[in-house]
């Protein structure tokens, strides 16, 4: 089970994470205003989609499945097949994007994002996911000391392109910064991959694992796909409705909001995804739900509160005073963002129980599905009905994960 070193470690590589993006948003609103947050998001969402396909799938599936193994050469056998599986189905997004970058650049930016910067970011995010390999590996052994100091080297991304943006340089070339640094760590963590891969493995069971990590594919495909296609429709859709300005605010105000759902998201991921795996066919499994659940709920709504009843001076301190939502458009976003949270807890139990089915059918109910609302009544749209389209929109998500788990439970259960 994960340690306490272990735990403080996982909060360490969260605020990490989010201290390095907080300050890029920064120097973003210095440099550009709203528009400039606005595009840039919309690049990190194409790199999002070529790395996602590959983090939330066949990754996932590593660390659930490397928790499970108890031999070394499994474990190494088990690390070369992500790797190639992982960069297979990356590369495979990168290349579909690379090759609709013109189409993209037109419908979702109105030509404000040149075609080479999409298949600059599709290019980046097949380089994270040599970083997210090794990632995933020492979070199925529960290392998650050493994920640390690779989310310190990390961090150096988003400080020289913070720096970049800071010299008043164009969007193109940050996006050259990100590109050539995650190279040079992203080559050097390639050779301590091969090299760890390498080790004599157990050939007998590399089929099975083959198959396992296979299952997880529809997932990344479903999670990673989707979930960075809506957000780039989203704010297309938003930016015509609305404007680019007011599509920057949005993105303000879910950049504020990460503060808690990113944190949650990664315990869950760092600390109770390991935990899940290890105890999914047992009476512990719900114990650990249980605790699950109470971490980051609890203090989830505290904080989110904290967030709508300070979020003027929030956004002005994170962005600047030219950032402001109405009160109630923050209400109604803090509120699906905890619903958010809490269709996650269950959406772990099903990856730790390997219901990769029912993950894929749910990811339909999530981003995708406020996408869809955002354009079926985009007729006289604001910020106030996007932020409620979000909130409903999660509701659902969590009421399908929540009936999802408890039917996989009870089969499971009947099945024994």
């Not at 409705?241 to 504020?256: C, I």
């Not at 803090?334 to 807890?345: P, Q």
Request: with cysteine; net charge positive.
């Amino acid at each position: 089970m994960t340690s306490t070193p272990g735990v403080l470690s996982a909060f360490a590589i969260i605020l990490i994470d989010l201290l390095g993006r907080a300050g890029l948003d920064k120097v973003l609103a210095w440099a550009g205003g709203p528009v400039m947050i606005a595009l840039w998001a919309q690049l990190q969402s194409v790199l999002d989609m070529v790395s996602g396909v590959a983090i939330t799938g066949v990754l996932q599936g590593l660390t659930v499945t490397i928790t499970q193994v108890r031999d070394p050469r499994q474990e190494h056998s088990l690390l070369k097949i992500a790797l190639k599986l992982g960069l297979l189905t990356s590369l495979v997004a990168a290349l579909s994007l690379a090759l609709a970058a013109p189409i993209l650049s037109s419908w979702l930016t109105q030509g404000k994002i040149e075609t080479v910067l999409i298949a600059l970011a599709a290019l980046v995010g097949l380089l994270a996911v040599i970083p997210a390999t090794l990632n995933a590996y020492w979070l199925g052994k529960h290392q998650q000391q050493r994920m640390l100091g690779l989310a310190l080297l990390l961090s150096m991304t988003w400080l020289l392109v913070a720096a970049t943006a800071w010299m008043g340089l164009s969007l193109s070339k940050l996006m050259l910064v990100q590109c050539g640094t995650l190279l040079i760590i992203a080559s050097a963590i390639w050779r301590y991959l091969r090299k760890l891969s390498q080790v004599a493995a157990a050939p007998a069971n590399e089929a099975e694992y083959f198959q396992k990590l296979m299952r997880f594919v529809p997932v990344g495909l479903a999670i990673g796909i989707m979930s960075p296609v809506s957000m780039l429709l989203i704010r297309g859709l938003l930016s015509n409705t609305l404007s680019w300005n007011d599509v920057g605010f949005l993105q303000a105000l879910w950049r504020s909001s990460d503060w808690v759902t990113a944190t949650a998201a990664g315990i869950l991921s760092l600390v109770f995804l390991p935990r899940l795996s290890a105890t999914y066919d047992s009476p512990r499994f719900r114990t650990e739900m249980m605790r699950a659940s109470l971490m980051v709920l609890i203090p989830s709504a505290f904080l989110l509160l904290f967030i709508y009843l300070n979020q003027r001076a929030i956004l002005a301190t994170l962005y600047d005073a030219r950032f402001v939502v109405s009160d109630q458009t923050a209400a109604l976003f803090m509120l699906g963002s905890w619903l958010r949270i809490a269709s996650w807890v269950f959406l772990f139990g099903l990856f730790a129980m390997h219901h990769t089915k029912l993950i894929v059918a749910g990811e339909i109910l999530s981003l995708p599905l406020l996408a869809l609302l955002l354009w079926l009544f985009a007729d006289g749209m604001t910020l106030e009905r996007t932020a409620l389209i979000y909130l409903f929109s999660y509701l659902v998500y969590l009421c399908f994960n929540a009936a999802a788990l408890l039917y996989s439970r009870r089969t499971t259960a009947a099945q024994k």
